[in-house]
């Protein structure tokens, strides 16, 4: 998973994280355990009626995640 990270650093990612958010970022640095910082971040929110809308807006993040996929911003 490190080799694949490593080539995403300071671009915009996509990740779910193990409790099912999507969160959208800029993916400064990771660890062999697959925590993530990602800056300049926000979380994606899916609904049935209002369709896709930004949440919380955070300036750093930390979590563990799933696979992080590029995401155009």
């Known amino acids: ?12 990612v996509q ?8 969160i959208v970022g800029l993916l400064k640095g ?4 697959t ?5 300049e971040c926000h979380e994606r929110v ?7 809308e930004q949440a919380r807006t955070c300036r750093r993040m930390r979590s563990p995640c799933t696979l992080p996929r590029p995401s155009a911003r």
């Open 1 to 12: 998973m490190a080799a694949m990270l490593e080539g995403l650093v300071d671009k915009v």
């Open 15 to 22: 990740v779910i994280t193990n409790d099912g958010r999507v």
């Open 30 to 33: 990771f660890d062999q355990t």
């Open 35 to 39: 925590n993530v910082i990602l800056d």
């Open 46 to 52: 899916f609904s049935g009626s209002t369709g896709v």
